[in-house]
């Protein structure tokens, strides 16, 4: 059964940092792996997404890597802001199910 | 706005009671896909849908019933809960399972 971990769960930075959080997975047989981000009480909104052939996606401010044979994906906030506070959440898909972790609470204070 | 809507936003109901939830994609999606998310737990797939065919039902008790009478639309009907289903419900879609999914706002149910 694949098991998601991401670390940390929890993260307060000031506002400008660099950021790089963790998301591990057990199970290396997937198709891709995405990451989402998560505002209180709602719904979630795709950031990326890496297909298992790929190395890394990028958009504006957000770099994610995958490393398919560790288990390990990486997403890089560059120059954070306080409108990048949110639950940041990663899942991989494998054969029509996607399996989630806990997620990174973020919040970036002025 | 993802495309994907879902209603009602906030639902209280007793255990007793019978309710429905209702998910709707605009955007020409083949799977869709019921999620619950609880605090403090990982967002926990539900049921899956490809081309209205179940594909997936994941240990979901019997209490909860889907229902996708197109490709456009997935339902999830309600009866005899317990306090315990008090969660976030989610509903997504993507073209194909796989893919990139797209959310919607959820439904915040709360069973007394």
């Known amino acids: 059964k694949q098991e998601v971990t991401q670390i940390p769960a929890a993260l307060s930075v000031p506002e400008g940092e660099n950021l790089v959080l963790n998301c591990s997975f057990t199970?290396?047989?997937?198709?891709?792996l995405q990451w989402f981000r998560q505002d209180p009480g709602k719904g979630l909104t795709s950031l990326l997404l890496i297909q298992s052939s790929q190395r890394e996606q990028t958009s504006g401010r957000l770099n994610a890597s995958l490393d398919k044979s560790s288990g390990r994906s990486t997403l890089y906030i560059a120059a954070s802001q306080p409108g990048d506070s949110a639950t940041y959440l990663c899942a991989v898909i494998g054969s029509y199910i996607p399996t989630f972790g806990r997620g990174t609470s973020l919040i970036v204070h002025p | 706005e993802t495309g994907v809507t879902q209603t009602p936003r906030h639902l209280v109901m007793g255990m007793t009671n019978k309710k429905s939830l209702k998910c709707e994609q605009h955007?020409?999606?083949?799977?869709m896909y019921w999620y619950k998310q609880s605090a403090k737990k990982p967002l926990e797939l539900m049921f899956v849908?490809?081309?209205?065919?179940?594909?997936e039902n994941n240990s979901v008790p019997s209490r909860f019933s889907p229902e996708c009478p197109n490709s456009s639309h997935l339902f999830l009907h309600l009866h005899t809960l317990q306090p315990e289903d008090s969660a976030l419900y989610l509903c997504?879609?993507?073209?194909?399972?796989?893919?990139?999914?797209?959310f919607g706002p959820g439904t915040r149910l709360t069973v007394l």
């Open positions: 199970d290396s047989a997937i198709y891709n």
């Open positions: 849908y490809s081309l209205e065919e179940r594909v």
């Open positions: 997504a879609s993507s073209s194909h399972t796989a893919d990139t999914q797209y």
């Open positions: 955007l020409g999606h083949n799977a």
